[in-house]
């Protein structure tokens, strides 16, 4: 009880102490409510919000009981927070090149194609990576680390469970299992095609940008509306409708705040 108290008096400071970056939170969860009105998952968003703060609870308490032993070392944020956008501006021309419906990807010229490809170095992080090891930074510099990785579980089971109860016909598990081939496939592809660049994303993006403007909070939000403007393309693609494809980055805002918390 000790414990849950700590950890809820630990949230409030940092509500005051950011206050900027909570009221952007805020503006997201109630432009995501309004977004379940307009869809008619009000309940649905209410419960996702929810599930978001409970992750983040867990992870303020594994925080508190299991304390980061060591920061990230950011030798030169100018230069550094530079080159993520501009990793950043490729890989989502990328985006733009094969999804947005301003090219026919379908007809275009094989040699424009071929000239593109290498554009998807941007997408799954691999330049971005180069970069950083060029630069000197080993491994465990850039987030790869087993430190914090206990906290995935409840995190997954909190995520699982609600959308069981409130969203039983959406993205569950099973659909995941069947569309990925089974559990191996979703391992590969959840946690090393998806989970582990986009991470790898947040890890330099965040720590770089909030070095610069001395402010985590800030470039936590920021890099989190980046990565979830990242998908518009490919969903306007889907469904060839602007609105909802914006709708959309703006929805998965909270999840990708959640994961962007556990770094």
Known sequence: MHLIKTTLQFQLEKIKTNFLAFLLIAATAIITVYIGYLHHTIKQSIAYLAAMWLCSFFIDFFAIIKPATNDFVVSNPKRETTLFFICFLLGTTFFLIRFSGMVDWDHLNRFVKLAAIPLMLFVYPI????????????????????????????????????????????????????????IIGTLYTGFILAGLSEEFFRVIGQTRLGALINNKGI???????LWACMHIPK?????????????????????????????
């Open 235 to 263: 969903w306007y693609n889907d469904q060839h409708n602007i609105t909802e494809a914006v709708l959309g980055a703006v929805r998965i805002i909270p999840i990708g705040l959640m994961w962007g918390y556990i770094t």
């Open 127 to 182: 330049a971005l990576a180069s970069i950083m090891f060029l630069l000197k930074y080993k491994p465990s510099d850039l987030g790869l680390r087993f430190q914090g990785l206990m906290i995935i579980v409840p995190v997954v089971a909190i995520s699982v469970i609600v959308n069981r109860f409130f969203c039983p016909t959406s993205l569950t598990l099973n659909t995941i299992f069947t569309e990925s081939g089974g």
């Open 219 to 225: 470039a936590w939000f920021v890099i989190t509306v």
